[in-house]
Nanobody, 122 residues
Framework: QVQLVESGGGSVQAGGSLRLSCAAS???????MGWFRQAPGKEREFVAG????????RYADSVKGRFTISRDNAKNTVYLQMNSLKPEDTAVYYC????????????????WGQGTQVTVSS
């Protein structure tokens, strides 16, 4: 059974940076990994995805050029480096996993972490 635990959330001023981490346990060989977020009163949205070999990544338009997803399979960990943060990035960020090659398709993700809060003040 795959378990995901996020860390690294917090509060930051606009223009600042944060790095989220997601530690995975269980069988995750070959899994796609992704990050989603949900702001108050809004639906959860896809932020970024990465394939097993890290040669495929996909980003939401709203974060392109500012966020970078990466993974270390030896450590079973996926990261989300967030730079140039904006108040509209404020949300609970969720790590997700999928036993799928389609890392860029939001609805393949079916394993979820508990979420970590990111708050960006202006």
């Amino acid at each position: 059974q795959v378990q995901l635990v996020e860390s690294g959330g917090g509060s930051v001023q606009a223009g600042g940076s944060l790095r989220l981490s997601c530690a995975a346990s269980g069988r995750t060989f070959g899994y796609a990994m992704g990050w989603f977020r949900q702001a108050p009163g809004k639906e959860r949205e896809f932020v970024a995805g990465i394939n097993w070999s890290s040669d495929g990544t996909r980003y939401a338009d709203s974060v392109k050029g500012r966020f970078t997803i990466s993974r270390d399979n030896a450590k079973n960990t996926v990261y989300l480096q967030m730079n140039s943060l904006k108040p509209e990035d404020t949300a609970v960020y969720y790590c997700a996993a999928a036993n799928s090659a389609f890392y860029y398709v939001a609805n393949v993700y079916n394993k979820w972490g508990q979420g970590t809060q990111v708050t960006v003040s202006s």
